[in-house]
């Protein structure tokens, strides 16, 4: 009698543990999900809400698109530009090759700048796989698409 109370005890256990693990697995989709893709990048209400979160506000009559190909390697410029994208999160290694879309935008709101600044994303699939804030001035910058303080 107690050899199956013992077995019934590991029994639960198991389940406990197993039921946990499940949970935490679904916790954790849940919560990669929402952070990378919580915006329908596909349409121009999506990437504005995604702007604004971060706190840009664009003139939607300034868009442009053209559908770019990543190049078959990241060398000189483009790898300079793939290392700000991998301390944004993103690497453009992981598209080699690859179409996506590109959409660029002037900002209405960033601060103390005395020429136009812009915003460029890149879109695949509905989802962002780059992008950056830039000045096309002959001493402009580029800086990712988190908001710096001046």
């Known amino acids: 009698m107690l050899k199956s109370q013992g077995l019934t005890k590991k029994k639960a256990t198991v389940i406990v543990v197993v039921l946990a693990a499940v949970l935490l697995g679904l916790i954790l989709l849940r919560w990669q999900s929402s952070g990378r893709n919580s915006y329908d990048l596909s349409t121009l209400e999506g990437r504005q809400a995604f702007l604004l979160e971060l706190g840009w506000e664009v003139d939607a009559s300034t868009e442009e698109f053209r559908t770019v190909v990543v190049p078959e390697k ?7 530009y793939n290392r700000m994208q991998q301390a944004q999160g993103y690497d453009l290694s ?3 090759g690859e179409s996506c879309q590109q959409y660029s935008y002037q900002l209405t709101n960033y601060p103390d700048s005395d020429s136009p600044v812009f915003v460029t994303l890149y879109i695949q699939d509905g ?3 780059a992008g950056d804030i830039h000045t ?3 001493n402009g910058f580029m800086h990712g698409l988190k908001r710096i303080s001046k």
């Open 127 to 129: 989802e962002l796989i």
């Open 74 to 80: 990241l060398e000189g410029i483009m790898s300079q």
């Open 136 to 138: 096309n001035a002959l």
């Open 94 to 96: 992981e598209h080699l």
